[in-house]
């Protein structure tokens, strides 16, 4: 029964279960965004170091989950105006080498 219940407890905080359920105050949800944001951020690192050289799938998939982001940011105006310059910054192709974009 203990194992149970640790594994129902353990299944409810994962990030997946956070994004899904609906009673999490504003600032529990910017919580969630962190620790998605974290996330993709550590999978592209642990990529990263797992391959020798780059890989143009990888690259494609990390530019479409970055612009579908700032998609969804734009949508629900989380950011002021911000996120349509980013998108076309993304979507306009590799940045000069003296650009630096914060996301």
Same mark, same amino acid.
């Given at each position: ?6 594994? =129902?407890?353990?299944?409810?905080? *994962? ?5 899904? =359920?609906?009673?999490? @105050? ?11 944001? !974290? $996330?993709y951020? =550590?999978?592209?690192?642990?990529? $990263? ?5 780059t890989?143009? *799938? $990888? ?12 998609? $969804? ?13 980013l998108?076309?910054?993304?979507? @306009? ?5 003296? !650009?630096?974009?914060?996301?």
């Open positions: 029964l203990g194992g149970l219940a640790g594994a =129902r407890f353990h299944e409810r905080g *994962t990030l997946e279960a956070m994004i899904d =359920r609906e009673d999490l @105050s504003a600032n529990e949800r910017v919580l969630v965004l962190q620790r998605a944001g !974290s $996330a951020v =550590r999978a592209a690192h642990a990529y $990263a170091d797992a391959v020798a050289e890989d143009s *799938t $990888a690259v494609e998939v990390a530019s479409q989950v970055l612009i579908g982001a700032a998609q $969804a940011v734009a949508r629900t105006d989380l950011d002021g105006g911000l996120t349509p310059r998108t076309a910054v993304l979507a @306009s192709g590799p940045a000069e080498p003296d !650009s630096l974009i914060w996301y």
